[in-house]
């Protein structure tokens, strides 16, 4: 079968205005699939972040051949990467820019799940997750799994974060229905028995009319509507802690069976991945199985970041 040469391209530098020859890959299914590692994606990040403030950036984004740019500067900062604009770059930015949109909608609107900014990933439900995630592709891999560079991407492709939070605690199972056909009442009586006795407290004073303004004060059916309003609110109080309490036993049990399971299947699962010995597995399942949130930080990991953790946790256990 005839050999193909790969053809090359120039790009210039808009700043430096140097040209560099750039390999056009021969393109197939599956025969450009990168994996990217941590340290790749975080430089990638930075490169971009660098762009921000260069002559790369335009009001509508980049400009054309940014992506060779940004080759040429991962190849400086990481000899030998072999990270190549097309299709690597190029495919990588796009993934980023559609993870984060997802994220984005996510936080302002999710339903069962949403994004937690101390573990920076989706958390929540993931049957209702993964409902969700069957209309938007490639957001199913967003659940349990770190997106470290959140913050730093909202900058780099100029994105707002919502400013209103969802109440989370309740947005992980199906609260009472009393409690959501009442919500609006509820809020409606103290609004309005507040508004009732602050126009009590604050009627003037008309002279010769002591008697009249003593009548209002205590007019009986007025008193009688204040106490039956501060009694449904007393309720509805009553009702919301006991709604929590529910709602965090139930999460609470909910995330002691996961994890128990996920214990369990933590030794096997290390035996499997490439590149550990017998004691390193051991050293391994010992210091991650002593902490429940590095047990569901391990599972949520693509295996390729199973194996690095892996190594940071027998490191720091000898």
Known sequence: MREISPISTQIVSPEAGT??????????????????????EATLVDVLSELNGSSWKTDNGY??????????????KLPGCGLKADPHIESKIKT??????????????????????????????????LC??????????????????????????GKRRPMRKRVRVIATVDPPVTHI???????NVREEATSITQSTMTLPSEPGNEKSKRSRDFDPSEAEFLEMSKTIRSLAEAQKDLTLTMVNMKKASTHDVEISEQRKKLFSVLMKL??????????????????????????????DYKVMFAHLEFETSE
């Open 19 to 40: 040209i560099s020859a750039q390999p056009v890959i021969v393109r197939g299914r599956g025969k450009n699939k990168k994996f990217w590692n941590v340290k790749e």
């Open 63 to 76: 400009k054309n051949g940014y992506c060779y740019y940004v080759e040429q500067r991962m190849e400086e």
């Open 96 to 129: 980023l820019k559609r993870h984060l949109a997802y994220i984005l909608a996510i936080e302002e609107n999710g339903d069962g799940f949403w994004w937690d900014d101390e573990q920076t990933m989706v958390v929540g439900n993931k049957e209702a997750f």
């Open 132 to 157: 969700w995630a069957k209309n938007h592709e490639g957001a199913s891999s967003l659940f349990m799994k770190p997106f470290v560079h959140y913050d730093k991407l909202c900058e780099v492709f």
């Open 181 to 187: 056909r009442n919500s609006e009442t509820q809020s």
């Open 274 to 303: 490439p590149g550990l010995s017998p004691l390193e597995v051991v050293r391994a399942a010992r210091s991650i199985g002593q902490d429940d949130r590095k047990v569901e930080v391990f599972f949520s990991m693509p295996d």
